[in-house]
């Protein structure tokens, strides 16, 4: 086994690229799964060898990938500690929270288990996870909406910088109103634990949802 | 736990023994593991988090997907200026008639056309768009009643109503110190920002400097009307169908 810091073969940005790649898949499922979007705009596709939703709205999809590739330099530089994906109420208030929290370790250890196809595996849980956690949360109110939510280790404002790469997609400081959820359900639905990335996803689900 | 009647056939007094044992194993109840508590890594938040300032893009149903179907059925989507990275309106309006333009491809033009002038020069982008073709999403337009004088033409070559028909627009249509390349933009504009367009096809002819629109018999005249009108062309334009010539000018 070969003990590698993170700055060895630029180990943060594969990690980067790898969980941006799981976070797109994931938030395209959830927004099917959980009805924030007309089930029409959906295909069906394949990854990580189990069927996934993709939208096929250019502009959804736009957005998405926008927006990833803003929280990807966090990522990479092991700045982001929770990326949340939040469902919300026609007035704007939070009744579902998708946690993704994420740990890279300072030092990776590489060994057989960190293939990358093992990695995929254990991403391959998360997804089918997601698929079947409709099974386990009230339905949502008509109407909702969604945004993507970054914790970060360091002040926000040390973090504008980096997460603003693309000139016409502005981040800001997210309101308490967003944030703030009233009495949640905490509902785990996975953890990984991998040599270059351990992950966590559970769902803060508001207990009235109308 | 309730009672266990085990029947055994009668042996040995050692053969009994094991048999109880046995069966005392297998009603022992299983090991079960105690799940680990649950809890997230980063219960505290310490700082706020951050968040586009965009608002994702609002898709209701029907105007969502006539939009997706657009988007669908031709990549090369023109004629609806993308609302992409503007907020979504609080209402989106249902699209009025939804016509869609497709242009040709890069890859399907010959060479000469996508590598630049011989020259060196690029080509510009109005160069690069030899053919479009117009059609319209939801059972097409008002269709205008032919006149007394085409009608006879039809009858008199025996079209078919959705035969194909090739208005052909020369040089010396243009007028107004125009060349077809100005026309030819004009058109490409026109059918982009003005009202639907009659459903047609379209192409540039560079070599013969002229530009062919396609469209079926029934909407021929339709077209011509508004070829002359929107572009503003001087003389007479021709329609020719293919085996039988020019058949009707307007």
Known sequence: MTTLTRQDLNFGQVVADILCEFLEVAIHLILYVREVYPSGIFQKRKKYNVPVQMSCHPELNQYIQDTLHCVKPLIEKNDAEKVAVVIMDKEHHPVERFVFEISQPPLLSISADTLLSHVEQLLRAFILKISVCDAILNNNPPGCSFTVLVHTRDAATRNMEKVQVIKDFPWIVADEQEVHMQEPRLIPLKTMTSDIVKMQLYVEERAQKT | ?250
């Open chain 2, 1 to 250: 736990m309730e009672d266990v009647i085990l029947h055994y056939q009668p042996g040995s007094a050692a053969g009994l023994s094991c048999l109880l044992e046995r069966t005392e194993r297998l009603l022992e109840s299983f090991p079960c593991r105690t799940p680990p508590v649950f809890k997230p890594w980063f219960s505290v938040d310490r700082h706020p988090p951050i968040r586009p300032a965009r608002p994702p893009p609002v898709i209701t149903g029907p105007a969502g997907l006539n939009q997706l179907r657009e988007a669908e059925v031709h990549s090369r989507l023109v004629v609806s200026e993308s609302r992409h990275r503007q907020p979504p309106p609080e209402n989106p309006p249902e699209p009025e008639e939804a016509a869609c333009v497709s242009e040709t491809p890069k890859h399907l033009l010959p060479e000469t056309e996508v590598t630049g002038h011989k020259d060196g020069s690029s080509v510009t982008d109005s160069l690069l768009k030899r053919s479009w073709s117009v059609f319209t999403q939801r059972g097409g337009l008002q269709r205008e009643s032919m006149s007394g004088r085409f009608r006879h033409v039809v009858s008199a070559h025996r079209l078919h109503l959705h035969q194909r028909a090739k208005w052909v627009i020369g040089q010396h249509n243009c007028g107004g110190g125009r060349d077809i390349e100005q026309v030819w933009c004009s058109l490409s504009r026109g059918v982009r920002s003005s009202g639907p367009p009659p459903p047609c096809n379209a192409n540039i002819r560079r070599e013969r400097l002229e530009i062919w629109v396609f469209c079926d018999v029934v909407l021929s005249e339709q077209v011509g009307r508004y070829l002359k009108a929107a572009l503003r062309l001087s003389g007479g334009i021709d329609l020719s169908v293919h085996g039988r010539g020019s058949v009707f000018s307007m």
